[in-house]
Nanobody
Framework: QVQLVESGGGLVQPGGSLRLSCTAS????????MRWYRQAPGKEREWVAS???????IYVDSVKGRFTTSRDNAKNTVYLQMNSLKPEDTAVYYC?????????WGKGTLVTVSS
């Protein structure tokens, strides 16, 4: 079965940047959306950003203007560029790719924003 693998997490100072990647181990057909989520310690998982098959890209209000998601079809990869990071962005970040019949989730990558 195709797996999603996130990478790019780490420790960064407030105001810094990180780029997360989410790469599929194989081809997934009929994708209708690619999404990013995050889960901070002690909190519920929250949706962060989506790329829809239509090309529409949307973000949660708390990251608008700071985060950018994009895709590289040739590399089977979706990216989340995170700039102007804040301590409240600390979380495990997950990607999720959806088809009409299945959801694929990665196992997450930890982002810690701290001085």
């Amino acid at each position: 079965q195709v797996q999603l693998v996130e990478s790019g997490g780490g420790l960064v100072q407030p105001g810094g940047s990180l780029r997360l990647s989410c790469t599929a181990s194989g081809t997934i057909f009929n994708i209708n959306a690619m999404r990013w989520y995050r889960q901070a310690p002690g909190k519920e998982r929250e949706w962060v950003a989506s790329i829809k098959i239509s090309g529409m890209i949307i973000y949660v209000d708390s990251v608008k203007g700071r985060f950018t998601t994009s895709r590289d079809n040739a590399k089977n990869t979706v990216y989340l560029q995170m700039n102007s990071l804040k301590p409240e962005d600390t979380a495990v970040y997950y990607c999720r790719w959806s088809t009409p019949s299945m959801d694929y989730w990665g196992k997450g990558t930890l982002v810690t924003v701290s001085s």
